[in-house]
């Protein structure tokens, strides 16, 4: 259930006004605070340690996420880095990983514009699209008067990028400064909760087939494809077969 929010609506033909906008705001910096903001924001501390492996300083632990932004780009980048991974198989993961971003703006923006908005500000809303802000935007925004949707979205996405990269930069000092076991443990937050994440959201065959190919073609690909390029051909290799087999899956269900 959508936690209350204040009856700060207005008419859609009355002008904007700063307290409006700034109580809207406020508003969702508030919602952000009370718990979607340190969810995806302690996830996200292993990206600070897999920076300070890879051999970052930790303002670019910080900086990776206002400007990257996207947990599983994050670590595809340092966990290569740190592996050695041909910078051209490192661009083209992280390209292809960005894709999903897509529909989800496709999603959310046509929610947040007014005759009032513009397209700068669309591009720049596009930016703040993650996972946990898609999520929670699709949740809470159609209960929210359009003209105080794009101020309460600034806050509520401000809040949970900012936090995210305070733990973030936390998670590369947490590693230099905890024993050996507890650091890899820090390591180890992030690809449990992402595992996690696609667990919960998994709703087909396809996206469990996906997750079972994933893990069993690993050590395969690994050991055979090398080079730097072993995570590429594991995403094409596993999420093609994935697809194929449970189309065929869906085909034979409904036809029988």
Known sequence: MMPDVPDLSIPVSAPLDPAFVRRWFVEGVRQAMSGPAFFVAVAMIGVGGLAKVAGFPAGAAFLSTLTIWAGPAQVLFFGSIAAGVALPAIALSISLSSIRFLPMCLTVLPMLRTKRTRTLTMFVAAHF?????????????????????????????????????????????LTAALPTPLAIGVLFLTPVYFLSTLVRN????????????????????????????????LGLGGGTIAYLVGRAYERRRFSA
């Open 129 to 173: 699209v993650a996972v946990t802000v898609w999520a929670e935007s699709l949740r809470r925004l159609p209960d929210i008067d359009r003209d105080a949707r794009l101020p309460f979205f600034f806050g509520f996405a401000l809040a949970c990028i900012l936090n995210t990269a305070a733990f973030t930069t936390l998670g590369f000092f």
């Open 202 to 233: 998994a709703r087909s065959a396809i996206d469990w087939l996906a997750m079972a190919f994933g893990l069993a073609l690993s050590p395969l690909t690994q050991a055979y494809v090398g080079g730097g390029f072993d995570l590429l051909a």
